[in-house]
């Protein structure tokens, strides 16, 4: 049962902390770019993990995660949310054969885990969110709909 509470208490930290905060700024009249960033792994990092970030407009981002698994995209044209996707690398100098997945309502911190990955199978009710990922490179409909709301209510499950 203390399992269950952490792992809530866990889900609750993840969903704040890959809220990003919105910010006025001063008469600049270009904004200033917003970033997903945050770090992929599996209670230890994933190194070298490749990131691929699927947003409900605007093209693909990509990238690499660094030695502690830590990642950044800048959006530049893209809407949110978005899907991000963490594929390869290493654990433990062991390769990675997993990939892991979550999604992003605003900019900010977006970390990638195992508990991440089972939120957007229950948010897309796909008992395999790779394939729910793959099918984003088709149409970005399915991000388009998802809320705060849906996030919530999958972490939830």
């Known amino acids: 049962m203390h399992?269950?509470?952490?792992?809530?208490?866990?889900?609750s930290l993840l969903v704040l902390s890959s809220c990003g905060g919105g910010g006025g700024g001063g008469g600049s009249s270009t904004p200033a770019a917003s970033t997903l960033s945050g770090v992929?792994?599996?209670?230890?990092p994933i190194v070298n993990g490749n990131i691929n970030?699927?947003?409900?407009?605007?093209?693909?981002?990509?990238?690499?995660?660094?030695?502690t698994g830590t990642w950044s995209v800048t959006l530049s044209g893209q809407t949110l949310p978005c899907a991000v996707e963490v594929?390869?690398?290493t654990i433990n100098g062991v390769a990675n054969t997993t990939s892991y997945?979550?999604?992003?309502?605003?900019?900010?911190?977006?970390?990638?885990?195992?508990?991440?990955?089972?939120?957007v199978a229950n948010?897309?009710?796909a008992a395999t969110p790779s394939i729910w990922?793959?099918?984003?490179?088709?149409?970005?409909?399915p991000l388009t709909a998802i809320t705060q709301t849906q996030v919530n209510a999958a972490l939830a499950k």
Request: some cysteine; hydrophobic content about 50%.
């Open 87 to 89: 594929s390869g690398g």
């Open 3 to 11: 399992f269950l509470k952490l792992a809530s208490l866990v889900a």
């Open 133 to 141: 990922f793959a099918g984003l490179s088709t149409t970005s409909a």
């Open 40 to 44: 992929a792994g599996v209670g230890t």
């Open 101 to 119: 997945h979550s999604i992003a309502i605003a900019s900010g911190t977006v970390n990638v885990t195992p508990l991440t990955d089972l939120m």
């Open 123 to 125: 948010l897309a009710a």
């Open 53 to 67: 970030v699927v947003c409900a407009a605007g093209g693909v981002l990509v990238t690499t995660t660094n030695t």
